[in-house]
């Protein structure tokens, strides 16, 4: 257990379409980050929050947005949903800063583009 | 891409030790290296990380060579519950910077 809650667990949806996903923190993590899991693949990092403020990003496109809220619960959206959006989406917490930054990661929530 | 290059899989004999290596030539001195698990439909679980010198905790040690080009994940008595896919990444201290994951080691501990 990380602390880490993630929801929906799975949910399908259809190519055009728009998601929301979201994500608690643990307890006391002011950082929340997310990633996107293929099948068969590592995790790539989409991006990171801190404070409300995104703080880094990976290479997606502008249709993958987020919060961050002042409680640090987070959420993923994306538009215009395509076939390859097909994934696990992995949300985690830490608290940031240098050598204390291990994630925490949720049980994610696996998304099917139909 | 990951900074890191780890073996596909590796076997090992349920009770032996687990020696997963990790080769990070192009790594700097404010980076470190930790080590990731994940277990089939699961998140991801921090095991370990270190800069230069060795490190042991409940779960596991993590040996880096004096040249910091390469470590071993070492899993002392490995179990059943132990099989995984195992990320080895290189992160700098800088605050911001993501985690990195390449395609692991996926470890199978045989009874």
């Given at each position: 257990?990380?602390?880490?809650?993630?929801?929906?667990?799975?949910?399908?949806?259809?190519?055009?379409?728009?998601?929301?996903?979201r994500?608690?923190?643990?307890?006391?993590?002011?950082?929340?980050?997310?990633?996107?899991?293929?099948?068969?693949?590592?995790?790539?990092?989409?991006?990171?929050?801190?404070?409300?403020?995104?703080?880094?990003?990976g290479?997606?496109?502008?249709?993958?947005?987020?919060?961050?809220?002042?409680?640090?619960?987070?959420?993923?959206?994306?538009?215009?949903?395509?076939?390859?959006?097909?994934?696990?989406?992995?949300?985690?917490?830490?608290?940031?800063?240098?050598?204390?930054?291990?994630?925490?990661?949720?049980?994610?929530?696996r998304?099917?583009?139909? | 891409?990951?900074?890191?290059?780890?073996?596909?899989?590796?076997?090992?004999?349920?009770?032996?030790?687990?020696?997963?290596?990790?080769?990070?030539?192009?790594?700097?001195?404010?980076?470190?290296?930790?080590?990731y698990?994940?277990?089939?439909?699961?998140?991801?679980?921090?095991?370990?990380?270190?800069?230069k010198?060795?490190e042991?905790?409940?779960?596991?040690?993590?040996?880096?060579?004096?040249?910091r080009?390469?470590?071993?994940?070492?899993?002392?008595?490995?179990?059943?519950?132990?099989?995984?896919?195992?990320?080895?990444?290189?992160?700098?201290?800088?605050?911001?910077?993501?985690?990195?994951?390449?395609?692991?080691?996926?470890?199978?501990?045989?009874?």
């Open positions: 257990e990380t602390g880490v809650t993630q929801s929906p667990t799975h949910l399908i949806k259809t190519r055009g379409q728009q998601v929301t996903l994500c608690s923190s643990q307890s006391g993590h002011n950082t929340v980050s997310w990633y996107q899991q293929a099948l068969g693949q590592g995790p790539q990092f989409i991006f990171q929050y801190y404070r409300e403020e995104e703080n880094g990003r290479n997606f496109p502008p249709r993958f947005s987020g919060l961050q809220f002042p409680n640090y619960s987070s959420e993923l959206n994306v538009n215009a949903l395509e076939l390859d959006d097909s994934a696990l989406y992995l949300c985690a917490s830490s608290t940031g800063g240098p050598n204390t930054g291990e994630l925490f990661f949720g049980e994610g929530s998304l099917t583009v139909l | 891409d990951a900074k890191t290059t780890q073996p596909p899989s590796m076997d090992c004999a349920e009770g032996r030790a687990a020696n997963l290596p990790c080769n990070h030539s192009t790594i700097s001195g404010n980076e470190y290296v930790y080590w698990r994940q277990i089939h439909s699961q998140g991801p679980q921090y095991i370990i990380h270190g800069l010198n060795n042991t905790n409940e779960m596991a040690s993590l040996i880096i060579t004096e040249d080009k390469s470590s071993t994940l070492i899993l002392p008595h490995a179990t059943l519950r132990d099989t995984a896919v195992y990320y080895c990444i290189v992160r700098g201290g800088d605050y911001g910077q993501n985690f990195v994951f390449g395609p692991g080691t996926r470890l199978s501990v045989l009874p």
